[in-house]
């Protein structure tokens, strides 16, 4: 079961992307999540970023969708995404996948990595405002180079879904809450 951190960090997530704020993550909110990403980078539908774009968010949402919708609603509500949280350590892989699609997604530029900027235009596209990510992207830069690697946005994404350790630097990769 959950730790009450896990929830907590799970929690502020889920109500970011909750884009018309009505408590449940639903189909039409990650539509606005990626209408927002892509306006940010100023892409317009029918080019090839904004489909890819869309596809990469479009995919979240079925997984999401898949694994939570328990009673099949076509909504998500914070309580059926953390009975999947429960349950990502046994489906590591899956996590994992999702974390490369999200690296592609960031990486803007596509020089396999990712820049503070790229990052802070993901957290302002899914929280609305990117306050704060200058000061916590230090924390998720491992190794201290000034951009994360795919295999440092994999083990800090992993470790958000996954983790259950306050002090981990991978509770940052969402920004502060």
């Known amino acids: 079961m959950a730790s009450e951190f896990q929830r907590q960090k799970v929690a502020g997530v ?34 090839e970023d904004h489909d890819r774009m869309r596809a990469i968010m479009m995919g979240w949402w079925s ?4 694994l ?18 429960d349950k990502l350590p046994e489906i590591d892989d899956a996590v994992y996948a999702t974390a490369e699609a999200m690296f592609d997604a960031v990486d803007q530029n596509g020089d ?6 790229e990052h802070q235009q993901v957290v302002q596209a899914w929280k609305g405002s990117a306050d704060g990510v200058a000061d916590v992207f230090g ?10 690697t795919r295999e440092e946005f994999r083990e800090l994404w992993a470790g958000f879904w996954i983790g259950d350790d306050p002090k981990s630097p991978s509770q940052w990769v969402f920004g502060p809450y």
Do not use: C, Q
Request: charged share 30%; proline share 1%; no cysteine.
């Open 63 to 66: 997984a999401v969708a898949s």
């Open 68 to 85: 939570s919708d328990a009673d099949h609603d076509d909504k998500v509500s914070l309580d059926e995404l953390m009975t999947v949280v």
């Open 139 to 148: 924390k998720l830069d491992l190794n201290g180079d000034g951009h994360l």
């Open 14 to 47: 889920f109500h970011a992307m909750d884009a018309d704020g009505n408590g449940y993550l639903e189909e039409s909110d990650f539509e606005t999540l990626t209408a927002r990403w892509v306006g940010i980078r100023g892409w317009e539908p029918g080019t």
């Open 112 to 117: 396999d990595r990712i820049a503070l900027a």
